[in-house]
């Protein structure tokens, strides 16, 4: 069985091990493949049994061009960059990740939301430019400090890592109310109020995004529903970039009617220097690392490998395509 794995080296930059999966048969990994250049693609994956990819895409073209390929496994939960439904037509199986960041995403999303309530790093960096050894007093902040306890936390979307991140909340002593348009029975009896969108923007304090890029949710923060939100609330987005109209956002955060806005997810990656988010107001953004915990990517590579082990025995799991 011939493996390739096309863009490896987000998954692991050297502090994983890729033995699972050459245990199958000989295996190539490269760190990174053109997302563009569908000859690079093809010429690549050649007449490979099994491919691996994360965010390289892998289209009609480059299906039909490799007509030995058998297996199409996502080093992700997302899939949209395979042509799912033509891989289907070729009768080859496409199987995701869907489960290994619940802890890792949630807990970045609180650590955002805590980095606005304190801009821990920003005052770490003023002290160490000396702003407290030359500080008349002897404490000082540049930015409001902010306690949650007591406050309203509203998530949208609430599916696992939705879920942990209420957890969390409530552990902090925050008031957790969840939109999604499905209602998890269980996450009721925990005491998790689901409530209309309309009287989540209104209500929230802290507004967490952990939904799916779907038509209905695309842009779902925007200048309209900015406004039923309260003057000062708190916008975080570690789920997927095209969730927020950026501009939108930025005209919020800069006329102040949004308090401060967190992302590690933007609509275009990496980040273009023309994103409105890097001339906003207090705005935090992170590079799409939530997910990146070592622990984290050591489940992604323990269930790439146990999707291969399920292919090679011919009974595939995880497939997102049946």
């Known amino acids: 069985m011939k493996i390739v794995v096309l863009d490896g080296y987000t998954e692991n930059p050297g502090d994983l ?3 699972g999966i050459e245990d199958f048969g000989p295996c190539t990994v490269y ?8 000859k690079e693609i093809i010429g690549r994956i050649g007449d490979a049994e099994v491919v691996f990819t994360n965010k390289t895409p892998i289209s009609r073209t480059v299906i039909d061009a490799c007509p030995e390929l058998k297996f199409i496994g996502l080093l992700a939960t997302g899939y949209n960059v395979v042509d799912v439904a033509y891989a289907k037509t070729k009768n080859i199986p496409v199987s995701n990740i869907p489960t290994y960041g619940t802890d890792s995403v949630s807990q970045f999303a609180i650590a955002l939301v805590l980095e606005l309530c304190h801009h821990i790093g920003a005052h770490s960096d003023s002290v160490h430019k000396g702003e407290w050894e030359h500080n008349k007093d002897w404490c000082y902040w ?3 400090l902010i306690e949650l306890a007591g406050k309203t936390m509203g998530i949208i979307g609430f599916g696992r890592i939705g879920h942990r991140t209420g957890e969390i909340a409530k552990a902090l002593k925050l008031n957790v109310i969840v939109y999604d348009s499905f209602k998890n029975p269980e996450f009721e009896k925990e005491g998790f109020n689901y409530v ?3 009287t ?4 929230s304090d802290v507004i967490v995004l952990h939904c799916p890029l779907f038509p209905a949710t695309q842009g779902i923060i925007n200048r309209a529903n900015i406004a039923k939100m309260k003057n000062g609330v708190l916008i975080v987005n570690n789920s997927r970039g095209p969730l927020i ?3 939108d956002l930025c005209d919020a955060l800069n006329s102040g009617k949004v308090g401060g806005a967190a992302v590690d997810v933007v609509s275009t990656e990496p980040i273009k220097n023309n994103n409105p988010l890097l001339k906003a107001k207090n705005m935090i953004i992170t590079p799409h690392i939530s997910w990146a915990a070592h622990e984290s990517r050591q489940r992604i590579m323990d269930m790439a490998v146990d999707n291969l ?3 090679a025995a011919g ?7 049946k």
């Open 245 to 247: 109209v950026e501009q």
């Open 142 to 144: 540049n930015y409001p």
């Open 309 to 311: 082990k399920a292919y």
């Open 200 to 203: 989540l923007l209104s209500e």
């Open 196 to 198: 209309s969108l309309d």
């Open 31 to 38: 760190d990174r493949t053109s997302v563009t250049d569908e």
């Open 315 to 321: 009974a595939p799991v995880n497939v997102v395509n």
């Open 17 to 19: 091990s890729w033995k």
